[in-house]
């Protein structure tokens, strides 16, 4: 590790004699043009990249919404699901090396499918005539291998079961760590599991679920691939429930229909066995409905058709085990989890849900609403504890779970954008920084619109008015005193050993 920082830091500075070399001794009073890119100490400048409906590509800075290159690729058209793939296989972290995008879509002259690969931070196309695909893209996924370079692989699953990475083959799949693919027909109501093999062998069907005929997927969602910080919750007994951390579980919503009465059944599903985890019915709902997962917790919302509310309900599951495994593995699960729910009223109609995210998982959750008035709502995930009952208890006081109160009261500050409403909101992305308390929230429909949120508020970095002017005459005052005091013990030292 020293050794690391020392190459880290010489590194730095030859950066530093190269850039006075050609820039002359201007480069140390303004070593950077506002122009320039740079990353900030906290990391919380990123490059937004945005795919258009008219085949363009923008590249926005995220601190002052400026427009840093834009791109037209005339041949580029959504794929038959009315959708264009956007994937990072390299970020700017890993230099040398370029960072390198991929942009997946369809095309006119074209059967299948076509890739383009660009660099996120020019803007510049690695391969400017890309031919097209001679295989559909049933599905895709970003494996979780990299070769020496830093780079990930794209996999594509088509329609015979064969399987196909770019840009450099599935040579990295040939390794001790199987891969699971998962694929949804919505049309024809069939979820299946695949393991990938090799590209020279169609993939293995593990297993396959029918949707009954009276029922219809609406959506099929997975977890985000962020880091849990905590593995169980501390009661007030001292006691601790370990949580159901299973990365491989999936969320499917069907929608079904028995005398002209609508349906809504939620599956979640272990995507590499196939295995029902946990099922659940809510009659006389219907859309608008959506669907988040997160640890071990789930969230979703729809519309009750009975009582003509939006309605917003939360799942949370436990190990009923004392123990918990660090590793953990679909092919020897344990047994099913311990399930808690709990339903809440939703003032007002919803169109898209989305979750705050951190570096490390510390910060507690926000869930951000993005509501049809054009508003953006954030509540902490903390405040939809299915553990709320009616009648406060003692324990319950103890952990600090409030009462249990039907209805959501939305205050004002919960308002992240304010008075600057976006239309017709489509969705919300979030990324983290550099700093453990801060997530940056992009909300995109007709307008775009970005913010941070400090859910556990800033608790990483000093405040402004921090007063330094007294810590450092403290700190002087310290040193000096020890100084004084330490000359005075050793000069009565000194006189105790003369007498």
């Keep these: 590790l020293a050794m690391r920082r020392w190459k880290l830091q010489v590194s730095l500075v030859q950066d530093v004699i190269k850039d006075v070399l050609e820039r002359g001794m201007a480069s140390l009073i303004q070593p950077t043009s506002s122009e320039e890119l740079l990353r900030d100490i906290f990391n919380t400048r990123k490059i937004i990249l945005a795919v258009t409906a008219y085949n363009k590509i923008y590249a926005l800075d995220s601190n002052i919404g400026q427009i840093i290159w834009q791109l037209y690729l005339p041949l580029l058209h959504p794929l038959p699901d009315n959708n264009i793939l956007l994937y990072v296989l390299r970020s700017s972290s890993h230099p040398p090396h370029p ?7 369809g095309a ?44 990930r692989v794209l996999l594509f699953l088509d329609s015979m079961g064969f399987t196909h990475c770019y840009p450099t083959g599935c040579g990295q799949t040939n390794q001790n760590v199987p891969v699971f693919i998962y694929t949804g027909d919505i049309k024809r109501g069939i979820m299946s599991g695949y393991q990938v093999k090799d590209e020279d062998n169609p993939a293995k069907q593990v297993w396959q679920i029918v949707i009954p005929s009276n029922e219809r997927i609406l ?25 159901y951390l299973n990365p491989n579980m999936i969320a499917m919503v069907t929608q079904t229909f028995e005398q002209s009465k609508s349906s809504l ?4 599903l272990d995507s590499v066995t196939g295995g029902v985890v946990y099922r659940s019915v809510h009659k006389h709902a219907s859309e608008p409905v959506g669907i988040l997962l997160c640890e071990n917790w789930i969230i979703y919302y729809y519309y009750n058709i009975k009582s003509h509310r939006n309605e917003l309900a939360v799942i949370e599951m436990y190990d009923p085990r004392n123990e918990t495994e660090s590793v953990w593995s679909s092919l020897a699960p344990p047994t099913l989890p311990l399930v808690t729910t709990q339903s809440y009223i939703f003032p007002t109609s919803i169109v898209t849900l989305s979750l705050s995210t951190t570096q490390r998982g510390i910060t507690s959750r926000s869930l951000l609403f993005g509501l049809n008035s054009g508003h953006v709502v954030a509540l902490r995930k903390d405040f939809l504890d299915p553990r709320r009952n009616i009648t406060a208890t003692q324990e319950m006081m ?15 500050r919960s308002y ?57 005459g403290v700190v002087v005052a310290l040193v000096l005193a020890t100084f004084i005091l330490s000359f005075l013990s050793s000069r009565k030292t000194l006189k105790l050993l003369w007498k």
């Design 265 to 268: 059944v939620i599956y979640l």
């Design 108 to 151: 006119e002259n074209c059967d299948n499918s076509i890739i383009f690969f660009f660099d996120p931070i020019t803007g510049e196309l690695t391969n400017e005539n890309p031919p097209c695909l001679s295989h559909d893209i049933r599905q895709s996924i970003l494996l979780p291998l990299t070769d020496n370079t830093h780079q």
């Design 398 to 412: 103890d952990e600090g779970v409030p009462p249990y109160i039907p209805e959501i009261q939305i205050q004002a």
């Design 416 to 472: 992240i954008n304010y008075n600057q409403t976006v239309s017709a909101i489509k969705g919300i992305k979030t990324a983290h920084t550099g700093l453990e308390s801060t997530s940056i929230v992009f909300v995109y429909g007709i307008d775009l619109y970005l913010t941070r949120v400090q859910p556990s508020r800033q608790f990483d970095l000093l405040a402004e008015d921090f007063d330094y002017t007294l810590i450092a």
């Design 99 to 105: 960072p390198l995008a991929v942009l997946v879509g």
């Design 219 to 243: 959506i099929v969602a997975d977890k985000p691939s962020d880091h849990a910080h905590s593995l169980g919750r501390v009661r007030a007994n001292r006691d601790v429930q370990y949580k």
